[in-house]
């Protein structure tokens, strides 16, 4: 339930009326990450649990402590380095993670397609390993990092397998810890393809149709991802799609920059509610001007609001305490949104800056995490007062 103004006690801060204030009030910098050195890549995933901050990579999962950060410990797939983290969880049960993890890299060092599939149950918070069993890689299809057509969450495991020259996709729902089929049901394409599976539970797939002609003189950069976009929000017995809005409002021939070019691939869930960011095109000479979020009904797919960034590339849904915190800027701005209507409950600034940031939170506590393959620092926790 949403009360007319949602207090910031619930967000562990007291309300700040800004008199002469010229931006958000500061949260608490608890700290942050030094310098990485090399290119360690982007994380798989991140979570914040029980005053535990966990970070998993393509090596192992490695822990802090959540407001000290001082680490705890660090988890790695049984082989003796043989084996590599390829799929994680978006979510945590009960303080348990489940990673995807398999044998084998190619001879160029990247991961590849593997015989031999592995899921484990880890615990966040003492790093041991709850379960573990092997999973038959057929089921699944590929299960690199690079794939997309698995996602993990809510204890399940979603794939989308296409065949019969790219005309059908099945969405197959499975078990993560038994591995038992849950559902399966196809997805018909009728001209879309390029299917993505971005979430588990709810089963979210985005596709691709044909695209549209650029126009003859229009400059090809802000038409390059002009074909359009959908989401597909799967359940075992129905199918809700909502389409791109690419352009506002204007008819064929399309002689304008197109509004958005793709949807963002971290759909949320706050009760009915799905919320989802739209991504705009950027020329490469222009500054971000700022991203925008959607939110639509989950059982109807119909619009209901809309909220826009003020700069920056950077915007991150995130479902915590029954609301919606999003990032602004370059993961400098924290915005809670109440999710019935969009309106900005609380913000904080966070001092610093992530490139493709995205955010994780327990209790009072945030966690920016930069996603970027490389970074000047990879992590930075608040508390927000």
């Given at each position: 339930m949403h009360e007319d103004r949602a207090p910031e006690s619930v967000w562990a801060g007291r309300s700040t009326k800004r008199r002469w204030r010229r931006g958000p009030a500061a949260a608490?910098?608890?700290?942050?990450?030094?310098?990485?050195?090399?290119?360690?890549?982007?994380?798989?995933?991140?979570?914040?649990v029980d005053g535990t901050l966990a970070m998993a990579r393509i090596d192992g999962?490695?822990?802090?402590?959540?407001?000290?950060?001082?680490?705890?410990?660090?988890?790695?797939?049984?082989?003796?380095?043989?084996?590599?983290?390829?799929?994680?969880?978006?979510?945590?049960?009960?303080?348990?993670?489940?990673?995807?993890?398999?044998?084998?890299?190619?001879?160029?060092?990247?991961?590849?397609?593997?015989?031999?599939?592995?899921?484990?149950?880890?615990?966040?918070?003492?790093?041991?390993?709850?379960?573990?069993?092997?999973?038959?890689?057929?089921?699944?299809?590929?299960v690199s990092t690079e794939a997309r057509g698995i996602a993990l969450g809510g204890?399940?495991?979603?794939?989308?397998?296409?065949?019969?020259g790219n005309t059908e996709t099945t969405i197959r729902v499975l078990d993560a810890r038994t591995g038992a089929l849950q559902w399966e049901r196809?997805?018909?394409?009728?001209?879309?393809?390029?299917?993505?599976?971005?979430?588990?539970?709810?089963?979210?797939?985005?596709?691709?149709?044909?695209?549209?002609?650029?126009?003859?003189?229009?400059?090809r950069r802000l038409f390059a991802s002009s074909a359009p976009r959908r989401l597909h929000v799967v359940s075992a017995d129905a199918e809700q799609v909502i389409d791109l809005p690419q352009y506002s409002e204007v008819p064929p021939p399309f002689d304008v920059p197109p509004r958005y070019e793709a949807f963002?691939?971290?759909?949320?869930?706050?009760?009915?509610?799905?919320?989802?960011?739209?991504?705009a095109p950027q020329p490469d000479d222009q500054e971000h001007t700022g991203s925008s979020l959607r939110a639509y009904s989950a059982a109807t797919g119909d619009f209901r609001w809309s909220w826009s960034s003020t700069y920056g590339g950077t915007i991150f849904p995130l479902a915590h305490r029954g609301y919606l915190?999003?990032?602004?800027?370059?993961?400098?701005r924290a915005t809670v949104l109440d999710p019935a209507d969009g309106r900005v409950v609380a913000e904080r600034s966070l001092p610093g800056y992530s490139f493709q940031a995205r955010l994780v939170a327990s209790g009072d506590c945030l966690a920016v995490v930069c996603t970027a393959p490389r970074t000047t620092r990879r992590v930075r926790v608040f508390r927000w007062k």
């Open positions: 608490q910098q608890l700290w942050s990450t030094g310098r990485e050195k090399g290119s360690p890549g982007a994380p798989l995933g991140t979570w914040a999962v490695r822990a802090y402590g959540l407001t000290s950060g001082e680490p705890l410990w660090s988890w790695q797939p049984p082989g003796g380095g043989d084996q590599v983290l390829a799929h994680v969880s978006q979510d945590t049960a009960d303080g348990v993670a489940v990673v995807l993890h398999h044998d084998g890299r190619d001879g160029d060092d990247a991961l590849s397609d593997a015989w031999h599939v592995y899921l484990t149950g880890l615990d966040l918070r003492t790093g041991s390993a709850v379960w573990t069993r092997a999973q038959p890689a057929d089921e699944l299809g590929s204890g399940l495991i979603a794939t989308a397998r296409t065949r019969d196809p997805l018909p394409l009728e001209g879309w393809g390029d299917a993505a599976v971005l979430a588990a539970e709810p089963v979210v797939v985005s596709t691709v149709g044909p695209g549209y002609p650029t126009p003859p003189l229009a400059p963002g691939g971290h759909p949320v869930f706050v009760g009915d509610t799905l919320a989802v960011e739209l991504v915190v999003v990032l602004n800027g370059y993961g400098d």
